[in-house]
């Protein structure tokens, strides 16, 4: 049974070997019951070398973010966790047409750091005109994982020679609005075009050159940008025919749609030429579909566009060759970073604490009430005090911060309001708003306790669970 006192919330920066590497943990909130009010202010915090779980609580985050700089290299490993994807927005709003401001001074998140990682949450530029980046990544391994990238042109820039994974996101923008060099995967994502575009991808240098001797198709692949499995949509004002999967920045680039679906939106050649770059980029598709899953006709594509075959798709086109091809000192597999842990076994509440089983594949554990982020702890807690009556939740987190299922348990008895009665808990005591009779019964209708003409009730020895009470004013009304 579990009764009502005010509710607390505590901040922890917690290091721990569990998996074999030190993390820490803050939490973000604009309200103040975090360790911070800003992201930027916990990145700063973050120490070296180590991994930093950066939680945040939902909110509008009004700020430029920075994880490094382009002159400050740091050795930070930052995760930002967010509460949920479509609460948590980091936003800005100016673009590079503004007093001649470069990309850098708009962006609303720049990451200059290796194996940064972040997962639900949107990051946004508001400006609505003009070259206006949310995102821009500059160093290697970088993995988004259920996020939204939302602006209009050249919403996100990635850097040249550099690895990058996104999973189940959304992109949304009008002109060039994924750009840039790097090699990067996009799989499972939804890639949104709005009105005013006309361009998805504008390539630059590819990090990937597999040579035509190497190809069953006799191409040289130039691996920039790789949808796969993608979802390529189009708001409803966006007239047909009115936009291209890519144009070639630079010479040696590639973009590359593989078993995508795209809308009507996409125009029949598919590809634009841009200053004679398209002569040597490698930019094509493999069994796309339309929006109903019908095979695509492509006798109408850009004739120095490809249709690349299945064996060179399935031997070369994937992240485990991709990745292990370019920087292969360097180990990255995104894939693994985004695997979720289970979800918390024999979550319940006893004796004031909310109990589970520890878990092996878990770096640590979140908990919610009704709801809301209250939390975060270290992977060595299976107990957490109960201060207040409600529906708590717990969600287990991986050691980067790949979020895992929610288990859910409720307090037995809540406050009741109602015309005529008013019911409290507190202190192990049942309180009513006038004296009555009142009789307390178990969910299978098992009998607790009972008490004639009285306004308390003690709850000393009432089990945890779901508890009827059956309350008797002394008038008769029940």
Known sequence: MKHILSLFSFLVFACSNILGEETGFFIVAPDGSGSHQTIQAAIDDAPEAIRTLIFIKNGTYKEYVSVGS?????????????????????????????????????????????????????????????????????????TFQNVRLLSTQDTYKSNDATRGYFRNSLIQGTVDFIYGGGTIFFDDCTISCIHGGGYITAPSEASVLIKRTLTEAGIFLRVGFIFRNCDITANSDVKENSYYLGRPWKERCGSAFLQCRLGNHIHPAGWKEWNGSETSATMGEYLNTDAAGNLLKTDNRATWSYQFLKNDVERYL?????????????????????????KPTNFQITDDLLLWDSMEDAAGYLIYKNGKLVTAVNASTTLFPIMERGVYSLRSFSQNGALGPIAEVATGIQTVQSDRLHITVCDHTLTLSEKANISLFSI????????????NISLQGIPAGIVIAKVICLDGTI
């Open 318 to 342: 994937t992240p485990e060759y991709i990745y292990g091809v370019l920087n292969a000192s360097e180990a990255y597999n995104p894939e693994k970073l985004c695997l979720t842990p289970a």
């Open 70 to 142: 382009k002159n400050n290299s740091t050795s930070k490993k930052i995760s930002l966790i967010g509460e949920s994807r479509d609460g948590v927005v980091i936003t800005s709003d100016k673009n590079r047409e503004d007093n001649g401001l470069t990309f850098e001074d708009i962006t609303t998140l720049k990451v200059y750091a290796k194996d940064f990682y972040a997962e639900n949450l949107t990051i946004e530029n508001t400006a609505g005109s003009g070259r206006s980046e949310a995102l821009y990544t500059h160093a290697d391994r970088y």
């Open 444 to 455: 299978t209708g098992k009998l607790l306790v009972s008490e004639n003409n009285t306004e």
